[in-house]
């Protein structure tokens, strides 16, 4: 089992950056894909970014890619999101989760764990 916390959330402006980490307790976080999920007011949850085990292979939304980068540190255990050229429209509740398929960590119903999630607001 894995316990997953996020944090880094906060305002910005647009176009602005932000950077989101998110830290795992247990020895077997290095077993886990890893992805971060958003979910705005009044809609549902949505991927946002994924990573494998290894770090080696990366997936995104088509909203974020080319301003995300989604990142790991296994001896940390931590998974990181950085958040470039901020919109308005990515404000959302920013969720950290973990998932023993990296396929299945690009959907939110394939993931094992979840974190309680942290606050980003993009102000126009």
């Known amino acids: 089992q894995v316990q997953l916390v996020e944090s880094g959330g906060g305002l910005v402006q647009a176009g602005g950056s932000l950077r989101l980490s998110c830290a795992a307790s247990g020895r077997t976080f290095r077993r886990y894909a890893m992805g971060w999920f958003r979910q705005a007011p009044g809609k549902e949850r949505e991927f946002v970014a994924a990573i494998n085990w290894s770090g080696g292979s990366t997936y995104y939304s088509d909203s974020v890619k080319g301003r995300f980068t989604i990142s790991r540190n296994n001896a940390l255990n931590t998974v990181n999101l950085q958040m470039n050229s901020l919109k308005p429209e990515d404000t959302a509740v920013y969720y950290c989760?973990?998932?023993?398929?990296?396929?299945?960590?690009?959907?939110?119903?394939?993931?094992?764990?979840w974190g309680k999630g942290t606050l980003v607001t993009v102000s126009s």
């Open positions: 989760a973990a998932s023993f398929d990296y396929e299945a960590a690009k959907d939110k119903d394939g993931m094992d764990y």
